[in-house]
Nanobody, 123 residues
Framework: QVQLVESGGGLVQAGGSLRLSCAAS????????MGWFRQAPGKEREFVAT????????DYADSVKGRFTISRDNAKNTVYLQTNSLKPEDTAVYFC????????????????WGQGTQVTVSS
């Protein structure tokens, strides 16, 4: 069993930045690919970013490329999402998740999910 807890969300103005954190416990963190997803009001959960076991490979949704950066610190059992140049359309609950796949943008391949952290971007 892996438990994931997100933090770092908040209210920011357009153009601002937040660093989201996801602390993992109950498993061997370095054996999981990690991902970030988000769900905006009235929309389905969507892929944001993924990172491989040791951080060597990353991938991003087109909507966040060049603005968001996913990283991980396996010594701290933590994955991060640095969100820069935030836009109102980035407003969503952000979830981190763990997968036994090396990395994935497919939500059904993720076995463990956090509770989410709210990011609100004002215009």
């Amino acid at each position: 069993q892996v438990q994931l807890v997100e933090s770092g969300g908040g209210l920011v103005q357009a153009g601002g930045s937040l660093r989201l954190s996801c602390a993992a416990s109950g498993g061997t963190f370095s054996r999981y690919g990690m991902g970030w997803f988000r769900q905006a009001p009235g929309k389905e959960r969507e892929f944001v970013a993924t990172i491989s076991f040791r951080g060597g490979r990353t991938d991003y949704a087109d909507s966040v490329k060049g603005r968001f950066t996913i990283s991980r610190d396996n010594a701290k059992n933590t994955v991060y999402l640095q969100t820069n140049s935030l836009k109102p359309e980035d407003t969503a609950v952000y979830f981190c998740a763990a997968t036994v796949s090396p990395y994935s943008y497919r939500s059904h391949e993720y076995s463990y999910w956090g509770q989410g952290t709210q990011v609100t971007v004002s215009s």
